[in-house]
């Protein structure tokens, strides 16, 4: 009897327990973008740090209204405030983002007043004071700890809290080992039984786009040897991903070769459509994933599994994938016996399968929009039926 297949969810629960977030380190505030801190940056300032005007005009003091005229005492610019008090009856000229005078209770734009000399009449009177209390968007000991990756916002506000290192888990590295024979790299010539190695560097890319480093390394061979150099070359890695060699063929040395060199697998072997040899464990200090070699089934258990570890080891949690119901424009039948991701377009009546869910079919892979994920033995589904979608 064949051994039973181990569910997805179960997969990547078990694949989550084997990573952990990865130290803290400082890291400049102009590096940080797509980082994901590991402590809070802490405000050493107000912001704004002293109470400013939203306008050029003037500053007058509480009272002043419309036909009201002032004496003009002096100016505030930004950088440089006014030494001395607004008082009634006295203005002061302000610029946008200058220090609001000691005194001064609201800025009068300058379109709302006519000047002759150094006298000012008001002719408008608008409800706004123009003003921005000092500590109005932070105050000094207010803490930032977002927890998801830095966007550019919050690199502008950690800059004006001050904080110019933020501690940030390290970034998961990771050493991508592409296998097999066949394979020759991007650009070389390939004679009539070779192809050129392609799903590494889609994987490569999607760990890249997450915030890991990604370490592409040669090609190791469907040998021993080859596969142990592979590995020593990975070594310092805090994931090593191999890509082929995982299934069950004479060729397949993958497994028994890591197990050989002290790996421990996990699991081997999972209720996937594209994706069945999954394997994942641990070699040494380093979480160890064998992807399947077809480049659809490494690029769909990367969305599925690698990303959330990912997350894990980047000091975040394993969000799920964002999933959508959608409906289906074309009937489908009876799921198998593996929880199936199925590449679909995306049209006006709903999601329509590509024309073929083989797992070496990139140039489907690529103009798909997505995919619709059908449970074990779902039973055939209909036109209009809801699925759930998971978009590109
Ligand atoms: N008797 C069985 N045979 C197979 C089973 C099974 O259960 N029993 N599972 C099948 C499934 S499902 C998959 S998926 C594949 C996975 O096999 P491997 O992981 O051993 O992958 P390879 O045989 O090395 O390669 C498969 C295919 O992909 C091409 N390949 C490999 N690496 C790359 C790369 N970096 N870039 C582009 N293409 C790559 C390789 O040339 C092969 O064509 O096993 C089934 N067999
Ligand atoms: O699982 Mo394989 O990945 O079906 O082609």
């Not at 408008?124 to 000094?140: E, I």
């Not at 994942?280 to 089934?297: C, E, H, Q, R």
């Not at 690698?306 to 394993?318: E, F, N, T």
């Not at 289906?328 to 329509?352: C, E, I, K, S, W």
């Amino acid at each position: 009897m064949k051994p039973a297949l181990l569910p997805v969810d179960e997969a990547l629960a078990r694949i989550l327990r084997l990573g952990a977030a990865l130290p803290p380190e400082d890291v400049a505030l102009p590096d940080a973008l797509g980082r994901v801190m590991a402590s809070a940056a802490v405000a050493d300032r107000d912001q704004p740090p002293f109470s400013t005007s939203s306008m050029d005009g003037y500053a007058v003091a509480d009272g002043a209204a419309r036909g009201d005229s002032l004496l003009v005492i002096g100016e505030s610019a930004a950088g440089q405030r006014f030494a001395g008090s607004v008082h009634a009856g006295t203005a002061v000229r302000i610029f946008t983002g200058a220090p609001l005078p000691d005194g001064a209770h609201r800025v009068i734009p300058q379109e709302d007043v006519s000047r002759a000399g150094d006298t000012i009449t008001i002719t408008d009177d608008q409800s706004s004071r123009f003003v921005r209390a000092q500590g109005d968007d932070f105050q000094a000991g207010s803490t930032y700890f977002p927890r998801r990756p830095l966007r550019p916002a919050d690199l502008g506000l950690l800059a004006s809290m001050n904080a110019a290192t933020v501690r940030c888990h390290r970034r998961p590295r990771v050493a991508i080992i592409p296998g097999g024979d066949e394979l020759v790299q991007i650009g070389a010539h390939a004679g009539p039984d070779q192809i050129v190695a392609s799903g590494d560097l889609a994987v490569a890319a999607m760990v890249e786009q997450a915030g890991a480093i990604a370490q592409r390394l040669p090609i190791a061979r469907d040998n021993a040897p080859s596969i142990r150099a592979a590995f020593d070359a990975a070594a310092g890695a805090d994931l090593i991903i191999t890509i082929g060699g995982a299934s069950v063929g004479d060729h397949d040395l993958i497994a028994p070769t890591a197990r050989a060199m002290g790996a421990e697998i996990d699991f081997h072997r999972i209720a996937l459509q594209p994706g069945k040899p999954l394997m994942a464990g641990k070699m040494g200090d380093a979480v160890f994933i064998g992807l399947p070699g077809n480049p659809v089934s490494a690029q769909i258990c990367t969305m599925v599994f690698i990303l959330p570890l990912l997350s894990v080891m980047s000091g975040l949690d394993a969000a799920p994938l964002p999933t959508q119901k959608v409906r289906l424009a074309a009937d489908l039948p009876a799921n198998g016996n593996r929880q199936h991701y199925m590449r679909v377009f995306t049209g006006p009546d709903g999601v329509t399968p590509v024309r073929s869910q083989e797992s070496n079919l990139q140039s489907l892979l690529a103009a798909a929009d997505g995919v619709i994920v059908r449970p074990i033995a779902a039973p055939p589904a209909k036109v209009g039926d809801l699925v759930d979608f998971i978009a590109f």
